[in-house]
């Protein structure tokens, strides 16, 4: 008898070819409901690498500036650029037509809500204690607390979504928000221009690439 295609859809699967259907299907809802890290990489790339240029170049490596930048106009800069890369990750993170429901989302929504929360307390810190320090110093206090804030919420993120490359990029920054402190305010600017910036900007090239492939 000759076979039709309704018997061959209603041939039962080998075991191998059930475990190869459902990892597909397991990769596929994964990728469907995980949200993009792309976005937020490159965004807070941007930032870091244009705010923290500008600080280096306001208070150079040995004290003198390399350009006649006012700290208010770098201050504005950093903080606004920064602003618009917490907006680009709350989007990408809770996205009103996401499929994600239930603990996922809500998971989602409170990470949202503590990257707003922990620059809000670096704002009201920087604003009661800064004006009391050298205006050098006052800078590496907005600098170092705003970075601690943002290490940390990478490490909690990778923690929280189990991604390995999130928390060990979290740890990095730590690492160098802290060399950076020990060093001095253009140190610091420097590096977190260069490898918190840079390295941001080339993690979500990275990711784009491997997504396109």
Known sequence: MKRTAVDDAERKLSPQETLRLIEQQGSAAANRLTPDPVPHYLAWGVAWLVGYSAMFLHHGLSGTPYAPI????VLALLFGSMSAAMLVSVLTIWQPGSPVRGVSQQRGTMYGLAWFLGSLAVWVAG??????????????LWASLSMTVVAVLYMAGGAIWLLRSMFVFGAGLAVLNA???AAGPGWHALLMSLGAGGGSIAAGLVLRRSAGR
């Open 179 to 181: 060399i950076g402190t």
């Open 127 to 140: 604003i009661r204690f800064a004006p009391q320090l050298p205006s050098a110093e006052g800078s590496l």
């Open 70 to 73: 006012p700290f208010p106009a």
